[in-house]
């Protein structure tokens, strides 16, 4: 079994921390080490370190390196530029089948989700092994345990074997009336973004679900079989369509499963997100500073200063060097249309 871990994204909403230079996946805001380095340590011993592979844009190699330093080199996949997952992995898949055999199950993962439970999540890795020995396009589901309006969910049809379920489908982000009814139901699953499948399997749904994709890696492995692994392959890549291997793939698929989990996941997709999964005081606040609070609760305050907080309720107030956010907690999803601002305004110094 081989394990891909997706490292290249920018975080945007974990501004002001989370910068172009410095992302959220190369940050310890859970704990000493970073989110790329707790995801790689899950793994052990089960995955060796030479059968993990990091996917990550050629401007984070360095970093890359530089947090995993025991990862071989040629272990780093690069993506000229950001396309999305399907793009990425597709990449990434022509890449691992020059190495291994057709046959071999791999693993993908993001590098910035949390899970508590790691003996479960390793146990749960041997299930989707199973099932992606028979062809499967295998996904994860997290087992709800609130209607969540922020995920995308999978509907669980048939059991086929313990622990797997066919596949029914898949369903965009509910509003609060659907994701109750959802988590009511039983049956439905939220979408981890996790995946396995067999080298073979997927390259055989890029060639009928996205031709236009599997043309263009066709066209890479051409220019890295002239040219060498690290040759410039950014033109052939800029012809990639934009799009999620979930819309472009797993929801037209006809062999996929669901393998139901529940290990302590969280894809710590906002502030409020790690205020969620955090060590509360006696007054719900999460205050990672020197502080002192006046009739203030359920606040998340990340700073390098003393703080003081004075009747101050459900705030995020994050301090870098440079940047001040200031939000309040429901609303910290949007922190990423400040950074869309900021872009737009040229404000480079700030990205």
């Known amino acids: 079994m081989i394990v ?53 844009a050629e401007s984070q190699t360095e970093l890359t390196r530089k947090h995993l330093p025991c990862l071989p080199e040629e272990n780093i996949i690069i993506e000229p530029f950001g396309m999305n997952t399907a793009p990425c992995i597709a990449l990434s898949v022509q890449y691992l089948a020059r190495k291994y055999t057709k046959n071999e199950k791999m693993v993908v993962l993001p590098a910035d989700h949390l899970i508590a439970l790691k003996d479960d999540f390793l146990a749960s890795l041997d299930t989707g092994e199973m099932a992606a020995e028979k062809d499967n396009l295998v ?16 509907e669980a049809g048939k059991e086929i074997e313990k622990g797997m379920f066919n596949v029914k489908q898949f369903k965009e982000k509910p509003d609060l009336k659907t994701a109750k009814h959802f988590l009511s139901s039983g049956n439905f699953y939220w979408n981890s973004g996790m995946f396995m499948w067999k080298i073979e399997t997927i390259l055989d749904a890029y060639k009928e679900y996205l031709p236009k994709v599997a043309q263009v890696v066709e066209k890479i492995n051409a220019r890295w079989n002239e040219d060498g692994l690290k ?21 037209q698929a006809e062999k996929r499963v669901v393998i139901p989990v529940d290990y302590g996941w969280n894809d710590v997709g906002s502030w409020k997100a790690l205020y969620d999964i955090s060590l509360k005081d006696e007054n719900n606040n999460v205050i990672n500073c020197e502080n002192q609070t006046i009739d203030s609760n359920n606040n998340y305050v990340n700073s390098k200063k003393f703080v003081a907080l004075i009747g101050i309720d459900d705030l995020v107030v994050v301090e870098s060097d440079d940047a001040l956010l200031i939000a309040k907690k429901e609303r910290s999803e949007d922190v990423k249309a400040i950074v869309e601002k900021l872009k737009k305004d040229g404000k480079i110094e700030l990205l």
């Open 4 to 56: 891909l871990i997706m490292a290249g994204g920018v975080g945007t909403r974990f501004w002001p921390l989370s910068r172009e230079s410095n992302p959220k996946q190369f940050l310890n805001i859970i704990s000493e080490d970073s989110m790329l380095q707790m995801t790689v340590k899950r793994l052990h011993p089960k995955i060796r370190i030479e059968d993990i592979y990091i996917v990550t």
């Open 139 to 154: 996904t994860f589901g997290i087992k709800p345990n609130y209607p969540a309006t922020g995920y995308g969910y999978i």
């Open 231 to 251: 040759a410039d392959i950014s033109s052939e890549y800029a012809l990639m369509p934009k799009i999620p291997v979930d819309i472009g793939i797993m929801e």
